[in-house]
């Protein structure tokens, strides 16, 4: 029976591998030769590795892929992104090439705020908590005039502080509802260090103001953190072209057209087809935002919320057919940076920005866009003609091979029989073994 450890983050890495090894895998000699096949034969980058984060033991590699020929506002792009995913990038790419020749992707940042709050509970009237935070309000902001400075050099900070009323929620429960802009820098660091700072002044003033009674003046601090929903922090990227331009592999043009936009509608009433639906653009989303050392649960979170702001889940992307021209976009939220965290600490992560020419992060937010909307695109194009499995099935075929122990020989013959045969996993199966039994 395997029993607790103590100070398990302070053994060495050699010793954390034994301890793992020996007590939670079958096999401990070879466990701890896989990990150790795994660090970087670089010991600066593996020091690098081992220091983001806590009881490092190994090094979990995803593929580093390029998709080519993004046109995104008359500028060409190579995209790094990182998935392990099979079909995302070949998907990627070949929208990025259909819609290459057809005008390419278009962008506009919507906007950049991202918000934080100071959530606390004051029993007492409302009335005068409001006078109250009127009065104190500059001295929220003269008190992070030390956090703020560098931001406000560069031309962001703290944009408004707000006080919300919610004790209709939550008996007593108020907030500061505080906005910010954070220029290239995600913020998060920036602007949880704000909001603590509100926290401190809101308690320390609230207890000695001589417009509280006493009761009023004990304001209970619940926390103050930043939020991962940033609905004014947005992003749209669009495509359109002539719908004789169109090309739905062997479907009359203004069919192709019609089931595009008959499949976003499905997606926007149904949060079943939604979820899927948005599963595949965050495909596209997320890889290159882990490419470029972004947090894609944060992400992930914000733009989900984002699809449910109406009250029920819906699809992000919207199509339409106007005057005989197909138009597909997406509007959604990303609170990305360029400076910081391990954007100038990962080697891969640097060389990814390096290849996106160094972007800011308004010109990121456009280009992860794109890269959701080229994935959209993709999978509905698929899922109105073909059908999704042809070409994921197709991509899948050397992991399934991989899997049943197939030959570097015994592949190449597969890949080509497969071009004209349906992957499925029964009929790789039966193929390979054909082969070995000849």
């Known amino acids: 029976m395997n029993t607790p450890v103590e100070g398990f983050s302070k053994l060495s890495k050699s010793e ?25 034969t670089d010991s600066t980058v593996q020091k690098l590795h081992d220091e983001f984060i806590e009881n490092t033991i190994s090094n979990y590699y995803l593929p580093f892929a390029i998709a080519p020929n993004f046109l995104i506002n008359d500028r060409l792009y190579a995209i790094p992104m990182a998935i392990e995913e099979s079909s995302v990038v070949a998907a990627a790419s070949k929208a990025a090439k259909f819609w290459l ?11 950049t705020e991202k918000v934080g709050q100071v959530h606390f509970i004051f029993k007492g009237e409302t009335e005068r908590l409001q006078q109250f935070f009127n009065e104190i309000k500059p001295e929220l902001h003269s008190n992070t005039a030390s956090i ?34 954070t220029l290239d820098a995600m913020g998060a660091n920036f602007i ?7 926290a401190k002044t809101l308690k320390e003033k609230a207890s000695s103001y001589s417009g509280f009674t006493e009761k009023e003046k004990a304001i209970e601090i619940v926390m103050g953190i930043l939020s991962n929903y940033v609905p004014n922090c947005l992003v749209r990227a669009e495509v359109s072209c002539p719908i004789s331009a169109l090309n739905g592999d062997n479907i009359p043009q203004k069919e ?30 997320d890889a290159v935002v882990l490419a470029t050392g972004n947090d894609f649960r944060a992400i992930e979170a914000g733009v989900h919320a984002y699809a449910a702001r109406e009250g029920s889940y819906s699809s992000l992307t919207h199509a339409s057919i106007e005057d005989d021209t197909f138009r597909f976009w997406i509007e959604i939220p990303l609170a990305l940076g360029t400076v910081g965290g391990l954007t100038s600490l990962h080697p891969l992560v640097k060389l990814a ?21 080229a994935q959209n695109f993709a999978a509905v194009r698929s899922l109105v003609t073909t059908g999704i499995q042809k070409g994921h099935m197709k991509m899948h075929l050397l992991n399934m091979l991989n899997q049943m122990g197939a030959s570097e020989s015994e592949k190449l013959q597969l890949v080509d029989y497969f071009k004209d045969n349906t992957v499925t996993n029964a009929s790789v199966k039966e ?8």
């Open 256 to 285: 192709f057209a019609q089931k595009m936009v008959q499949a976003v509608a499905i997606a926007k009433v149904e949060p079943y087809r939604a979820v899927t639906h948005n599963k595949g653009i965050m495909n596209g989303i």
């Open 431 to 438: 193929a390979l073994e054909k082969i070995q039994s000849n």
């Open 353 to 373: 920005l390096e290849i996106l020419q160094n972007p800011s992060a308004k010109e990121l937010m456009q280009i992860v866009a794109v890269a959701g909307l």
């Open 16 to 40: 954390k591998i034994d301890w793992i090894a020996a007590n939670y895998t079958k096999n401990p000699k070879q466990s701890k030769q896989l990990l150790e096949r795994y660090w970087n």
């Open 192 to 198: 949880n260090s704000c909001l603590e700072q509100f």
């Open 101 to 111: 020749n057809r005008g390419g992707f278009k962008t506009e940042i919507l906007g």
């Open 148 to 181: 703020t400075k560098s931001m406000e050099k560069r031309g962001g900070g703290i944009s408004n502080i707000q006080l919300r009323d919610l004790s209709d929620k939550i008996e007593g429960y108020y907030q500061l509802h505080c906005t910010f802009e």
